[in-house]
């Protein structure tokens, strides 16, 4: 994680920052991305990847942001050669920092 340049998007103001990550965990697109992918909505499901990596490069979560990104790309390029071994990390990624986040 770049820090400083995490901390720069919320002002340099810890509270805010951390106010807005522990909000990760319950953000709904991590979720729909899931239900998306598992009904083949592929379309939908690159949305949510998007969003998901929106939403982690600007809290600085560089590990997830990288699997995300690279969810999003598969997606977007409809090949869906590697989509198995993308959501598996992704979920692994996932797991692991939404249990870091809660014990804050």
């Given at each position: 994680?770049?820090?400083?340049?995490?901390?720069?998007?919320?002002?340099?103001?810890?509270?805010?920052?951390?106010k807005f990550?522990?909000?990760?965990?319950?953000?709904?697109?991590?979720?729909?991305?899931?239900?998306?992918?598992?009904?083949?909505?592929?379309?939908?499901?690159?949305?949510?990847?998007?969003?998901?990596?929106?939403?982690?490069?600007?809290?600085?979560?560089?590990?997830?942001?990288?699997?995300?990104?690279?969810?999003?790309?598969?997606?977007?390029?409809?090949?869906?050669?590697?989509?198995?071994?993308?959501?598996?990390?992704?979920e692994e990624?996932?797991?692991?920092?939404?249990?870091?986040?809660?014990?804050?």
């Amino acid at each position: 994680m770049d820090l400083d340049k995490t901390m720069e998007r919320f002002m340099n103001n810890e509270a805010l920052y951390l106010k807005f990550l522990k909000r990760f965990p319950e953000d709904p697109n991590y979720a729909q991305l899931k239900e998306h992918i598992s009904a083949g909505d592929y379309e939908e499901a690159f949305r949510d990847a998007h969003t998901l990596k929106g939403v982690a490069g600007n809290l600085g979560l560089d590990p997830f942001y990288t699997v995300v990104s690279a969810l999003t790309e598969e997606l977007r390029s409809r090949k869906y050669d590697r989509l198995d071994e993308f959501v598996q990390d992704a979920e692994e990624n996932y797991e692991l920092l939404t249990q870091i986040i809660r014990q804050l």
